[in-house]
């Protein structure tokens, strides 16, 4: 039964199953006497959802605290093994793949490198396929109880209806790849369980906002800076994120050729695979048959020496460049957005850390407008090289939140008896 709203009482029931896990979930544990003005819901409402999660094992007593001249309040918490998710990172240097419980706790993790077919997608699959089989074996946790699979890849991710989520990565030759498809018919996993496919910066921008530095902001741009450079834009119309094409931003008419295909675009300047590449061309060593990550390591270690060394003059020239159309770039997200933070993650963003970000706010707040500029922060990402997996398997986690705690339902051969129906929602609560 709908109300003038269009709202049912099941939705009514959902919503307010939904306020109290995620109350109880960033700022437990919390007694139900405090869950009211917390959630906004009545005293009885509060019981009744308390007494429904604590039934479907959601919700467990976490001690209590003394009140003021009564019986003490029961505390009550999300239980942590009341659901699984696992989190995968398709990266640049290797694919990550980690199993968390409800809190997101890690409870295993699997790694495999990225080689000379670095992006082949039947490698790809295979790797996160028997990852996934690994971390569920080191836990000992059965397929069934995970609540989804969210992967984080580089690219435009597209949801069909046809084919589930397709993938378009120019840069990493990837053409309308149906990754969703692909691992389904490649798993082990039940057809129950769903995937959630999307954009590496924003799992990454997902999982700062949730956890990391991005907390309480409203307005704020969280940017990938690993080979290439991405980002996610938060914003309150976009609550959990967008991702945005922002390292084919065109920095240079006529520059240099992007992975992507065209010239000039920010990421052939300041992304780390770009880097490194023209620290070649300027005469630059990096070691030999190195990965990405050693080669920067070795590239920072050359332009600021700890041993008394003289700096590395090529070094140090590639990197206050790179700091320059990073910055400028960054004045671009100012500029079209205002945000009030932003926030530098990825693994080039954060192996040149502190050390660079100076260099990257100077020229930020020089290229930008100065009203806008005034008012945002340039900080780095708090949760080091786990967000994007984190941030992945937060997709699976916020759907669970949406449902008010309840795993999705298969789809019913047949529609249910109108009567069923009608008293389904009229069900109090």
């Given at each position: 039964?709908?109300?003038?709203?269009?709202?049912?009482?099941?939705?009514?029931?959902?919503?307010?199953?939904?306020?109290?896990?995620?109350?109880?979930?960033?700022?437990?544990?919390?007694?139900?006497?405090?869950?009211?003005?917390?959630?906004?819901?009545?005293?009885?409402s509060v019981s009744n959802v308390v007494a429904d999660l604590i039934a479907d094992g959601l919700v467990e007593e976490a001690g209590s605290v003394d009140s003021d001249g009564g019986r003490p309040r029961t505390l009550l918490r999300v239980a942590p093994h009341s659901g699984h998710m696992i989190g995968v990172d398709v990266g640049e240097t290797r694919v990550r793949v980690e199993l968390f419980d409800l809190t997101l706790t890690e409870l295993a993790r699997a790694e495999r490198p990225l080689e000379h077919q670095r992006y082949d997608v039947d490698v790809i699959t295979g790797h996160i396929r028997d990852g996934m089989a690994e971390v569920l074996a080191a836990a000992r946790i059965p397929a069934e109880r995970l609540l989804g699979v969210g992967v984080g890849v580089p690219g435009i991710v597209e949801h069909t209806a046809d084919r589930g989520t397709v993938v378009h990565g120019q840069t990493i030759g990837w053409g309308a790849v149906p990754l969703e498809s692909l691992l389904r018919s490649d798993s082990r996993l039940p057809d129950s369980v769903p995937y959630f496919i999307d954009n590496g910066a924003k799992t990454l921008g997902q999982a700062e906002m949730w956890f990391g530095a991005g907390r309480g902001a409203r307005n704020a741009v969280v940017v990938l800076f690993g080979s290439g450079v991405g980002a996610c834009l938060v914003t309150p119309e976009v609550e959990h994120g967008r991702a945005v094409e922002w390292g084919h931003l065109t920095v240079r008419v006529r520059g240099r050729r992007c992975r992507c295909g065209a010239l000039g675009c920010l990421e052939a300047y300041a992304g780390a695979e770009s880097l490194l590449e023209r620290w070649r061309e300027e005469g630059g060593r990096p070691p030999q048959g190195a990965d990405e990550e050693t080669a920067l390591t070795a590239m920072l270690a050359a332009a600021y020496p700890t041993d008394g060394t003289a700096a590395d003059p090529v070094a140090l020239a590639v990197l206050e460049e790179t700091a320059e159309y990073l910055g400028a770039g960054l004045s671009d997200l100012i500029n079209l957005f205002q945000p009030e933070r932003i926030l530098i993650g990825g693994w080039a963003g954060l192996q040149l850390g502190s050390r660079f970000l100076p260099a990257v706010r100077r020229h930020a707040t020089a290229y930008a407008l100065r009203h806008p500029a005034d008012k945002v922060t340039i900080e780095l990402g708090r949760l080091g090289p786990d967000a994007v997996t984190v941030g992945a398997a937060i997709l699976p986690l916020a759907d669970f939140f949406a449902r008010g705690g309840r795993r999705p339902e298969p789809t019913p051969q047949s529609p249910e008896p109108a009567w069923r129906t009608a008293l389904q929602e009229r069900a109090p609560y």
């Open positions: 039964m709908a109300g003038r709203n269009g709202r049912t009482v099941r939705d009514l029931r959902r919503a307010n199953r939904t306020a109290v896990l995620q109350r109880l979930y960033f700022d437990g544990p919390l007694s139900r006497f405090e869950l009211g003005p917390a959630t906004g819901l009545s005293s009885g």
